[in-house]
């Protein structure tokens, strides 16, 4: 299947490689008008510029004068050793002069201090060489884990158990037995007796926190 | 007999300006047609080539056999032209349809070349001349380096790419966008450029 794009990307490529036009490109390009008119006008503009070549190059002539001038100027140019001397040095200038400097310069030293200096490097240089051979204990990996941690809510109950002195023994017996049991002691203490005034709810607030308190041997109204 | 490239150079190294002079002589044709086509101008594409060879000279002493004498040169051709594109040296003359062809036509008497200036061959060669170099002036520098390697010098995209410090594609398209345009200014029938532009336009 003929495709004009990828052919005229063949052509330039023909047509600057400048390699003679095969059997299958020329039946190709006959079989397309418009890729065979591309085709002329790359070639017709790449010999134009081909040509430009030939008609550009400057008379014989002109060579001797441009060859003097060349010559006079690669005469005053500085020669090639110094100039890639000279290159280097711009380009690494600094440094050489900084070492040179360095190695040319010399600093009378007393002995003594000398030996001083010598010993304090050799002994940092041992400690450096110890400490780097010393293992290192490798760090604990410190993971975080979320952990869930049950609260106990403590609850206060308070409770208050009143116990008649004077009751008998039966009667203290019968009332440890009725603290066992589901009913609790207060409500009982607090049923209305013939002597009793009967108690009234009136102000009465519950409160979330009950207090259980035993107190033994006493009446509500003993003192 | 003449000496061979590797003895000139030889030569050259030990700072023997004869012998770099030999080898300018060899190659100079080939640089200065570069450089002309390149800035489009006879003064610029002289100093610009002589810059090559000052730099080639104050370089061979670097030269290290590897490649042809050629090849060298012509990579300091192609980073002078780069470099000179990036300082704004050349007498740029854009658009502008100044072409300068006495010094081509004339020798230095000031006598003309060959033929009588009037004869056809002369003038149509003139109008051609001055024809594709404003049509080369429409390029973008880069556009044109690209193109004059491609097309005069026969490099491939890979080398050229190399040359220029870019990659493959960039050099594929900047010949491409060239031959495009100069396609659409030179051809005849220039009024119908857009298929191909459309190509280079997609690289």
């Not at chain 1, 299958?24 to 008119?37: D, F």
């Not at chain 1, 002329?40 to 400057?58: C, F, G, K, V, Y």
């Not at chain 1, 005469?75 to 110094?82: I, K, R, W, Y």
């Amino acid at each position: 299947m003929h495709n004009c794009t990828e052919t005229k990307e063949r052509l330039i490529e023909l047509v600057l490689d400048g390699r003679p036009v095969e059997a299958a490109e020329t039946s190709e390009l006959n079989a397309c008008a418009e890729c065979r008119t591309e085709f002329d006008a790359l070639n017709m503009t790449l010999r134009m510029t081909s040509r430009l070549s030939e008609t550009a190059t400057p008379a014989e002539s002109y060579w001797s004068g441009y060859h003097e001038r060349l010559r006079e100027k690669l005469a005053t140019a500085p020669n090639p050793s110094h100039a890639e001397k000279q290159s280097r040095k711009e380009k690494l200038g600094p440094l050489f002069e900084t070492m040179r400097l360095c190695v040319r310069t010399q600093i009378r030293v007393p002995l003594p201090l000398a030996l001083a200096v010598v010993i304090a490097c050799l002994a940092l240089g041992v400690f450096a060489v110890r400490r780097t051979e010393t293992p290192v204990a490798p760090s604990p990996l410190l993971v975080h884990v979320p952990v869930q941690v049950p609260v106990v809510q403590e609850k206060v109950v308070t409770r208050v158990v009143y116990r008649d002195r004077r009751s008998s023994l039966r009667n203290s017996r019968r009332a440890i037995n009725d603290d066992a049991q589901t009913e609790s002691t207060f409500a009982k203490s607090r049923k209305p007796s013939t002597d009793e005034i009967p108690a009234s709810l009136n102000g009465f607030k519950p409160t979330d926190e009950i207090k259980l308190t035993v107190i033994k041997g006493g009446s509500p109204y003993e003192k | 007999m003449a000496d061979s490239d590797t003895e000139l150079i030889k030569r050259a190294q030990a700072q023997d300006l004869d012998a770099f002079c030999a080898l300018a002589e060899r190659y100079a044709r080939r640089i200065h047609l570069l450089a002309s086509h390149y800035c489009q101008n006879t003064q610029d594409a002289e100093d610009l080539s002589q810059e090559v060879w000052l730099k080639a000279y104050q370089a061979v002493q670097t030269f290290r056999f590897d490649s042809s004498f050629y090849t060298w040169l012509r990579r300091i051709t192609i980073n002078t032209f780069l470099n000179h594109r990036r300082s704004n040296f050349f007498r740029w003359r854009g658009q502008s349809t100044v072409v300068q062809l006495l010094p081509i036509d004339l020798d230095d008497s000031g006598e003309l070349v060959g033929s009588s200036s009037a004869s056809p061959e002369n003038i149509y060669n003139k109008l051609l001349f001055e024809n594709v170099v404003n049509a080369l002036a429409e390029l973008t520098a880069s556009q044109r380096l690209a193109f004059l390697l491609r097309h005069y010098e026969g490099m491939s995209y890979d080398e050229i790419a190399n040359a220029m410090n870019c990659s493959t594609g960039t050099a594929k398209k900047g010949v491409w966008r060239a031959i495009a345009k100069l396609r659409a200014r030179l051809s005849p029938d220039s009024h119908e450029p857009e298929p191909l532009i459309d190509l280079a336009s997609e690289y």
